[in-house]
């Protein structure tokens, strides 16, 4: 089984900036990606951004380009989310993945945190 834990999140105001973290532990996978997602109140959830392995290959969707940036430090097998000029419209429960293997597709996510919620005030 795999534990992911969100953290960073935060009532905050248009303009800011928060970084999340997401630690992984327990079962181990040779290689995996992972990706952040978040859902907006009363929307579906969507996917923001992921990362391979090496982070050699990102995937930042276009709403949140050049404001947010992903990373990971696999020493720490501890993804992060990067986010300034917060603007209203990502307030969302923020959502980090893991999907064993190569890439940083936004598909195939096994495993999912429990979520952590920003809201972005105006």
């Known amino acids: 089984q795999v534990l992911l834990v969100e953290s960073g999140g935060g009532l905050v105001q248009a303009g800011d900036s928060l970084r999340l973290s997401c630690a992984a532990s327990?079962?181990?996978?040779?290689?995996?990606?992972m990706g952040w997602f978040r859902q907006p109140p009363g929307k579906e959830r969507e996917f923001v951004a992921a990362?391979?392995?090496?982070?050699?290959?990102?995937n930042i969707v276009d709403s949140v380009k050049g404001r947010f940036t992903i990373s990971r430090d696999n020493a720490k097998n501890t993804v992060y989310l990067q986010m300034n000029d917060l603007k209203p419209e990502d307030t969302a429960v923020y959502y980090c993945?893991?999907?064993?293997?190569?890439?940083?597709?936004?598909?195939?996510?096994?495993?999912w945190g429990q979520g952590t919620q920003v809201t972005v005030s105006s």
């Open positions: 990362i391979s392995w090496s982070g050699s290959m990102r």
């Open positions: 327990g079962r181990t996978f040779s290689t995996y990606r």
């Open positions: 993945a893991l999907a064993p293997g190569a890439g940083s597709g936004p598909v195939g996510y096994d495993y």
